[in-house]
Each structure stands twice: as C-alpha cells, then as structure tokens.
C-alpha cells in the first residue's frame, strides 16, 4: 500500500543514527591521526559529545582529561540528575543519555540542513511537505553515505 508503518519508522531512525554516529566517531579519530599516541579517543568523543550538548565553550576536545572534562562531566550529570555530582566520570547510564542527547543533536542538524538545502533550491513541493515526509528525506540522505 505504499505507508510505512512505526516498525520501520523505528528501524530506519535507527539506522540514521547509527551512521551518524559512526560518522562522528570517524570525524574523531581522523582530526587526531597525526597524535594517536598522545589523545585518548574515548576522551576526544566524550568531549565532542560534551560540547554538542552543552556548549562548545565548555570543554576543548583535545582528548585529554583534564580539569574542563571534570567540570563538564559535572555539569551535564548535574543538568540531567538535578543534584551535585559526586563523581567526575560518567556512568553506563549518563553515558548513553549523552550519546542519545548528541545523536538528537546531529540528527536535528540533518533535518535543518536537507530542509534548507531543499528551500534553497526553491522547491515548492518541498516548502509544503509535512514533517514525516521532510524525515523521509534524511533517512534517505543517512542511507546513501
């Protein structure tokens, strides 16, 4: 009949940010090829994700753990627990809030970026499509990368 259904709403949301974030992890560790050694690139991720999420003033992604981390790791448990954190290092729990909290981010990115890009083209098909169909789109662009 042509309609998707929730099921592969599901799976195909899924499958975008799954790309998005292998595509951000890659980013990661090609910007410190030159320095493997010397960055630790679960840190330089942490960091990303820390800046998406809260601000790129907050932490300097330079993949060391220093004292910027620790206060932007504080900050986010504290903006998402409510209460002072009483550790410096995330758990399974708030390490996953942070990874879907990012992987939101970039996937509004996506969206923002294929509906300009579609009104700079100045498609009026576009200009009237409804949310779902602007959706479709960015699964779309996710699957042919």
């Given at each position: 009949d042509?309609?998707?259904?929730?099921?592969?709403?599901?799976?195909?949301?899924?499958?975008?940010?799954?790309?998005?974030?292998?595509?951000?992890?890659?980013?990661?560790?090609?910007?410190?090829?030159?320095?493997?050694?010397?960055v630790?690139?679960?840190?330089?991720?942490?960091q990303?994700?820390?800046?998406?999420?809260?601000?790129?003033?907050?932490?300097?992604?330079d993949?060391?753990?220093?004292?910027?981390?620790?206060?932007?790791?504080?900050r986010?448990?504290?903006?998402?627990?409510?209460?002072?954190?009483?550790?410096?290092?995330?758990?399974?729990?708030?390490?996953?809030?942070?990874?879907?909290?990012?992987?939101?981010?970039?996937?509004?990115?996506?969206?923002?970026?294929?509906?300009?890009?579609?009104?700079?083209?100045?498609?009026?098909e576009?200009?009237?499509?409804s949310?779902?169909?602007?959706?479709?789109?960015?699964?779309?662009?996710?699957?042919?990368?």
């Amino acid at each position: 009949d042509g309609r998707v259904a929730e099921k592969t709403w599901t799976a195909l949301r899924h499958t975008h940010r799954n790309r998005l974030d292998e595509s951000e992890l890659l980013g990661v560790v090609r910007s410190y090829e030159h320095d493997a050694a010397a960055v630790e690139i679960d840190v330089a991720l942490l960091q990303r994700r820390l800046q998406a999420v809260l601000g790129a003033d907050v932490v300097t992604a330079d993949g060391v753990y220093g004292p910027r981390t620790r206060a932007a790791v504080q900050r986010f448990l504290r903006s998402t627990r409510g209460e002072e954190a009483q550790t410096e290092v995330l758990d399974d729990a708030a390490q996953a809030t942070l990874r879907d909290l990012h992987l939101s981010r970039l996937e509004a990115e996506s969206l923002a970026a294929a509906s300009s890009s579609a009104r700079a083209a100045g498609s009026e098909e576009e200009e009237a499509a409804s949310v779902r169909q602007q959706q479709v789109r960015v699964m779309q662009l996710a699957l042919r990368q």
